[in-house]
């Protein structure tokens, strides 16, 4: 509980300075996160949700926190070189836990799409974000709830009724600093009716200082909105990374996300899909990189409140060396969620004997005409087939890259946008050879 | 069609627990509450000696400091423990008399339960042990294993004669620390079965216990212990009932397997506990821990189990495979309707190299009951080549029914291969309809759909046992679907 206390005295000595840069509609949600926190403390390990996750450890770091909104000096033409090829992006850019605002931002969006920083947006126009914010994440779990306690800033995406965004809007964030140091985010997204759009979230952190990031993340699908949303993550091993996702959608609305974990340290993903209209779609995936003692928890739920959706779930991973995985999945359906159609697929891959994976994929089912399923193995790669190659003369090294390259290209295959399944390809099959586990792009890592 | 349907399922429903008689015998029953003297009490009306009473103190101690743990899938209304009385005594009577005749009435509770304890009905090749309450009446065939070198009697006679046995694997597999109702089980456990197997010795018959809850208030803590020395078999059979009553009475048993070198061993359960009334009044509460360990190379345990009574059922028969090459299997039907829940399913801890498990799991539930399947598979650093696979299969019947799985898989061994598939689904139109073309009502057409679906667990039970157990299911179905 120790930790707990000190990130409790930290609010109660630094709630002004927290406050002031800050608009109303985040303080007000502050306060009554800070009690839930208060109440909550970091989850224990005997919380059957955090089961092979120690989450109070990631926090025993002394992490500096920027509470007083001091301005990172970065040299844009440095670090905001992010693109990936043959993919015409409008790019934002988060550094640490601000909005940062550049030059490289001068492709022009549709009208009646709103995007940019969280805190301005919420000063200038706060009618327009109060119903969303903080909706969702309310009901969330402890870190959600550190999280709505100490963020000072983040991304707004509003896109308004009937609007289709052609362009992928990519958002980077960096963690860069000198010291150790901890970052809250905050990502909004509203599609109003039949709006569309489709989001690039590169996740990166620039040294080799210890960091913590907790991001949460809102998405509001109204009737026929459509969302593709891809994430990577290519941080440092010496990177903690708490993120959760919050999505709640309307009738007909299609929601789909991709989670690349290709680096990283400690990174624990919660994805929280609410289908209140029906005829919804929505389809998760999630590809796990693992080496070292990389250790990657994705907890998803996915919950059916009514009826006549469809969800559909893949998740698969490939651990090396010391690393761990973890997968606990959840599909509830509701009493009344008839005509469900849900399915939930976890595959995995233990490279080493050191490597361990825990799998829960889990169903809770209310109602009786609904088609569920859910599968889980755990195994190595196909001695049979790695027989096969190396007959036709392919070495056991190439035929096991090739494998494994097979086994992780069908989570990205789903995603819908083809250049960034391209770059994917590249970087999965880069991470493979470990040439290079970072994105070439991103100067910041060519350091 | 449907409504009429519907009245002919409500008629045969409300006979469906055919077991719920109580039956007149003069029991003792101790004041109800649990403390040190009770246990000092329990322990000396069984005569036991020091160490024993020393086991159930610490266990005792270790209980108090626990709280119920709350992570089942089960709403599980609190439960008073000073208001259970842990020892009734059916016997005594008789034990007043000084002579061993057993109380008519209690003769005529078994008969009635199809458990004849006359062995006169040798053609059953069914060796069995009753107990009523806290007591094991008799014990069937006991010169016949004897002369094989099988004991099989029932576990206060154990500590007496063979304490030398009981004491070297008592609370081997389940240790007192397990959880808490296995500290409360080792603190009072009164009565159940203990069966050794001696070397090279194939059981020539099933043995079988049946445990039968018959006073009021009280609660039942057996405790079952089989050991299966090397290259020795034994099937060992299970069944249960209690009365109807409108109070909830709590049933907190062990089992422990101890399977050495080349040994196997087969347990199968028909649980059929009183399920509480269409209204979820009463009804037994199954708190079980069952847990084998095949500690030898070779060895093979298999859990077989029916499970349509108790109004709560919480229980996982696990296997630790810690001999190399060992087996282990579960089977499972667990059938829930109205209100009654479930959360059950099995652990397979993979310690040794080249261990095996099977997991064939099939839920049915009906009216407003929930049933969960939960289930863990550990691969441990050491365990090579490990094998798993699983299956849980979910059936709904009715819309205000919940099927949930939760299954675990740890993996710590990359030669590990492990598969686990669960589906829910519910009986299809398609496959009703084709029933009724044919001229089979929908009535029926269901109890054949079930039973089939079964059948993959209900053909690893002893022939008797299978076919009690598929009346069971049909009886206990019957009511639910419309």
């Known amino acids: 509980m120790n930790n707990v206390q000190e990130y409790i005295d930290i609010y109660d000595r630094n709630k002004e300075l927290i406050k002031e840069p800050c608009a109303q509609l985040l303080n007000v949600a502050r306060e009554k996160a800070y009690i839930k926190f208060k109440a909550l403390g970091f989850p224990a390990k005997n919380d059957e949700l955090y089961r092979n996750s120690d989450i109070v450890k990631q926090f025993d770091v002394d992490y500096g926190m920027n509470l007083g909104r001091i301005q990172t000096v970065v040299n844009p033409n440095d670090v905001f070189t992010c693109d990936v090829p043959n993919l015409n992006t409008r790019q934002e850019f988060i550094v640490n836990d601000s909005y940062y605002k550049t030059d490289k931002q001068n492709k022009t969006l549709p009208e009646g799409v709103v995007v940019g920083s969280l805190n301005e947006i919420a000063q200038s126009n706060s009618e327009l974000l109060a119903p969303y914010y903080n909706s969702l994440a309310e009901s969330g779990d402890s870190i959600a709830q550190f999280n709505t306690t100490f963020v000072q800033d983040g991304l707004v995406l509003y896109i308004h009724k009937g609007i289709e965004v052609k362009e992928t809007i990519q958002l980077v964030t960096i963690l860069n600093a000198n010291i150790d140091i901890m970052s809250n985010r905050r990502i909004l997204i509203i599609l109003e009716e039949n709006a569309s759009a489709n989001l690039l979230l590169c996740d990166h952190s620039s040294n080799e200082h210890k960091s913590l990031s907790t991001q949460i993340t809102e998405i509001f699908l109204a009737k026929g909105a459509k969302l593709n949303l891809c994430e990577v993550e290519e941080t440092s091993y010496s990177n903690t990374r708490l993120a959760q996702l919050f999505v709640n959608q309307q009738e007909c609305s299609v929601f789909n996300h991709n989670n690349i974990t290709l680096t990283n340290g400690f990174t624990r993903n919660g994805v929280y899909v609410m289908l209140e209209g029906k005829a919804a779609e929505t389809d998760i995936s999630g590809l796990v990189i693992n080496d070292r003692k990389q250790h990657t928890d994705n907890h998803t739920l996915v919950d059916h409140k009514v009826g006549h959706c469809t969800s559909n779930e893949l998740y698969k991973y490939i651990l090396d060396e010391e690393s761990t995985g973890v997968f606990s999945g959840k599909m509830l359906i509701r009493p009344d969620a008839q005509q469900t159609n849900s399915q939930q697929t976890n595959r995995n891959l233990c490279l080493t004997k050191c490597a361990r994976m825990y799998a829960q994929p889990q169903l809770e089912i209310y109602a009786d005409d609904v088609k569920c399923s859910h599968g889980s193995t755990v195994g190595q790669l196909d001695e049979n087939a790695l027989f096969y190659m190396q007959q036709r003369g392919i070495p056991i090294d190439e035929a096991r890259h090739l494998l494994m390259y097979g086994f992780a290209g069908e989570v990205i295959e789903r995603i819908p946008i083809e250049a960034i399944r391209d770059r994917l390809h590249m970087l999965v099959e880069k991470r493979f050879r470990g040439e290079l586990n970072r994105c070439k792009g991103c100067s910041l890592c060519k350091q | ?482």
Not at chain 2, 352 to 366: E, L
Not at chain 2, 455 to 475: D, G, R, T, Y
């Open chain 2, 1 to 482: 069609m449907k409504k009429r349907n519907n009245n002919i399922l409500k008629k045969i429903a409300n006979k469906a627990y055919e077991y719920g008689f109580v039956s007149n015998i003069k029991t003792e029953i101790i004041e109800s509450g649990l403390n040190e003297n009770i246990i000092k009490l329990i322990s000396k009306k069984k005569n036991e000696p020091e160490w024993m009473l020393e086991f159930r103190m610490q266990a005792y101690k270790y209980w108090l400091t626990q709280e119920m743990p709350t992570w089942p899938h089960l709403n599980i209304p609190p439960i008073d423990y000073q208001s259970i009385s842990y020892y009734a005594d059916p016997l005594k009577k008789s034990k007043e008399k000084q002579n061993k005749e057993i109380d008519p009435e209690l003769m005529k509770a078994f008969d009635k339960l199809g458990i004849p304890l006359e062995e006169r009905l040798a053609l059953t090749n069914t060796a069995v042990d009753a107990v009523m309450d806290s007591v094991s009446v008799k014990t069937t065939f006991k010169e016949e294993l004897k002369e094989k070198g099988i004991i099989f009697c029932s576990m206060s006679e154990a500590i007496q004669e063979y304490p030398d046995l009981v004491r070297k694997y008592l609370g081997t597999v389940v240790n007192y620390r397990d959880n808490f109702f296995a500290a409360l089980n080792s603190a009072v456990f009164s009565d159940g079965s203990f069966v050794y197997i001696p070397k090279g010795v194939r059981c020539p018959m099933e043995l079988s216990t049946y445990f039968r809850i018959n006073a009021a208030n009280t609660g039942q803590f057996e405790r079952t212990l089989i050991v299966a020395d090397d290259n020795s078999y034994v099937s060992y059979l299970e069944g249960c009932t209690a009365p109807m009553r409108d109070e909830n009475q709590l049933h907190a048993a062990i089992v422990e397997i101890i399977v050495l070198d080349n040994a196997e061993v087969k347990y199968s359960t028909v649980q059929n506990w009183y399920p509480g009334d269409a209204q979820g009044r009463g009804g037994v509460y199954n708190f079980v821990t069952k847990r084998g360990d095949c500690r030898g190379i070779n060895s093979k345990l298999s859990w077989t189990q029916v499970e349509t009574g108790s109004a709560i059922t919480w229980k996982y028969p696990g296997c630790i495979l810690r001999g190399d090459n060992s087996q282990g299997e579960f089977y499972s039907v667990a059938l829930t309707n109205n209100f009654q829940q479930a959360d059950t399913g099995t652990k397979m801890i993979h310690l040794g190299k080249n261990t095996r498990s099977t997991i064939i799991s099939k839920g049915i539930s009906a009216g407003k009951s929930q049933n969960s399947y939960r289930g863990l598979v550990r691969v441990s650093k050491n365990a090579d080549n490990a094998r798993n696979y699983s299956q849980c299969d979910s059936l709904l019947l009715g819309s205000k029914c919940g099927a949930h799985t939760f299954p675990y898989m740890d993996i710590h061994n990359n030669s590990a291969v492990i598969e686990h598939e669960a589906t829910t689904s519910k009986i299809s139109e398609d496959q009703l309809f084709y029933c009724n073309q044919r001229g089979i009502g929908t009535e029926e057409a269901i109890g054949l759909i079930v039973n089939g679906y079964a059948k993959e667990v209900l053909n690893k039970l002893p022939m008797e046992f299978a076919i009690e157990a598929q009346k069971l299911l049909s009886v206990s179905l019957e009511g639910s679907v419309g």
